[in-house]
T-cell receptor, first 112, second 111 residues
Framework: DAGVIQSPRHEVTEMGQEVTLRCKPISGHDYLFWYRQTMMRGLELLIYFNNNVPIDDSGMPEDRFSAKMPNASFSTLKIQPSEPRDSAVYFC??????????FGAGSRLTVL | QQQVKQSPQSLIVQKGGISIINCAYENTAFDYFPWYQQFPGKGPALLIAIRPDVSEKKEGRFTISFNKSAKQFSLHIMDSQPGDSATYFCAPSGTGNQFYFGTGTSLTVIP
């Protein structure tokens, strides 16, 4: 298996623009997580899905953030409009049973 | 998301020394206690994990010690090597599916 695949790996955008991050989980994993990592706040859980259904989105910082999982093999995290404080590394992870998480390589977002 | 408290924040160890990282948690429903290792530019990866029915688990140079009554578990790295230099996270989970990571410990092993 190719592991958890995230795209893009790097994104530089200007404040106010829409940003879409993509994730392909490992086949057969029924849990999918989105995390944000910054020096100041560490690894923050934003939202997680079970069988494509959002279970806990209490970590989503604002209404500017939204996440979808239209099918078992694809998820998106969207920020609209983006702000400089959204600059971070965003990780997607998947799990077969809500214990061991396998992370992707991350998407580094820079908002100017 | 202060479900877990990790210490120290950073650690510098000489090659061959022992590295010890601690994690304290609050939720008694946790039943899975992993440590993740993250190298720069990569995502965290599972290093070692323990269930609460045992007090210690060893895999090579890495050992988890678990103290249920104190609600703490720790990672011990024996014979630390420069290649162990990374950031380490605890991430206990369990009923209710809580997936909060500790604040991380940056380990530097000096040759």
């Amino acid at each position: 298996d190719a592991g958890v695949i995230q795209s893009p790996r790097h994104e530089v955008t200007e404040m106010g623009q829409e940003v879409t991050l993509r994730c392909k989980p490992i086949s057969g994993h029924d849990y999918l997580f989105w995390y944000r990592q910054t020096m100041m706040r560490g690894l923050e859980l934003l939202i997680y899905f079970n069988n494509n259904v959002p279970i806990d989105d209490s970590g989503m910082p604002e209404d500017r953030f939204s996440a979808k999982m239209p099918n078992a093999s694809f998820s998106t995290l969207k920020i609209q409009p983006s702000e400089p404080r959204d600059s971070a590394v965003y990780f997607c992870a998947s799990s077969p049973g809500a214990n061991v998480l396998t992370f992707g390589a991350g998407s580094r977002l820079t908002v100017l | 998301q202060q479900q877990v408290k990790q210490s120290p924040q950073s650690l510098i160890v000489q090659k061959g020394g022992i590295s010890i990282i601690n994690c304290a948690y609050e939720n008694t429903a946790f039943d899975y206690f992993p440590w993740y290792q993250q190298f720069p530019g990569k995502g965290p990866a599972l290093l070692i994990a323990i269930r609460p029915d045992v007090s210690e688990k060893k895999e090579g140079r890495f050992t988890i010690s678990f103290n249920k009554s104190a609600k703490q578990f720790s990672l011990h790295i024996m014979d630390s090597q420069p290649g162990d230099s990374a950031t380490y996270f605890c991430a206990p989970s369990g009923t209710g599916n809580q997936f909060y990571f500790g604040t991380g410990t940056s380990l530097t092993v000096i040759p």
